[in-house]
């Protein structure tokens, strides 16, 4: 194949050998079809992924704007399905504890995430807020163990830093949990169904979990 359009640093920008075989998926007009639909000198789009000894493999050939437009929509939802069940990361950036319980927790949201998940965020002004480790791994049943607060202030920053959303919003909590702590990464559940996750994504084992629901006395 032969790049087309502008160089780009650390691309493709010369010549290459794709691998194409049975399990390389080609598309036109939304749907698969055979690799016969390849025709010499056409301009596609390819989705590649390495194999042994730099070779180059090909998961997927788009042969039009329509097909791939259908398929990156489909990766959208399947994103904004994975980030409503597991909720919108963050760190904490600022914590006020209140003398009689409860308190407020400043947090910026991490960046690379679909707009629209920020957007729900915002509007909802009720975000559920629970502790989360640096691998973004919650503990056991995050919808039980988060904090349902409301948001006091919200504020944008325009070219925020690699890694950042430039949305920074201050929730007013009624119980402040021991991840609350700057530094500490949070994850924020907006209006949206709870979804039960699978255990191995969990940070205490199901037998932690078992444990820690049984009155134990001395």
């Known amino acids: 194949m032969e790049p087309v359009g502008p160089e780009i640093e650390g691309g493709i920008n010369k010549s ?8 390389t998926r080609v598309w ?6 055979g690799k016969d639909k390849i025709e010499s000198g056409q301009e596609v789009q390819v989705n590649l992924t390495w194999g042994p000894f730099d070779s180059l493999a090909t998961t997927d050939v788009w042969l039009d704007d329509e097909s791939l437009a259908a398929c990156r929509e489909i990766q959208r939802q399947r994103h904004l399905r994975l980030i409503r069940s ?4 963050g760190w904490v950036d600022a914590v006020k504890n209140n003398d009689t319980g409860g308190g407020e927790v400043t947090v ?3 960046g690379g ?6 957007k729900e ?6 975000p559920k807020v629970c502790d989360a480790a640096n691998t973004l791994r919650t503990w056991s049943y995050h919808q039980e163990y988060s904090v349902l607060g409301n948001t006091v202030d919200w504020n944008e920053t325009e070219n925020p830093p690699l890694g950042s959303s430039g949305f920074q919003l201050r929730v007013k909590l009624p119980q402040m949990l021991e991840g609350f702590r700057p530094g ?3 994850r924020l559940k ?5 979804v039960l996750l699978p255990s191995d994504e969990w940070l205490a084992s199901p037998e932690d979990f078992e444990l820690s629901s049984k009155l134990r006395l001395p």
């Open 16 to 23: 290459a050998l794709f691998d194409i075989d049975d399990a």
């Open 28 to 33: 036109k007009n939304r749907q698969l079809v």
């Open 86 to 89: 597991r909720f919108l990361p």
């Open 108 to 110: 910026t949201l991490f």
């Open 113 to 118: 995430m679909d707009p629209v998940l920020y």
């Open 121 to 126: 965020i915002k509007q909802g002004k009720s």
């Open 184 to 186: 500490r990464i949070v």
């Open 190 to 194: 907006g209006p949206w169904t709870y």
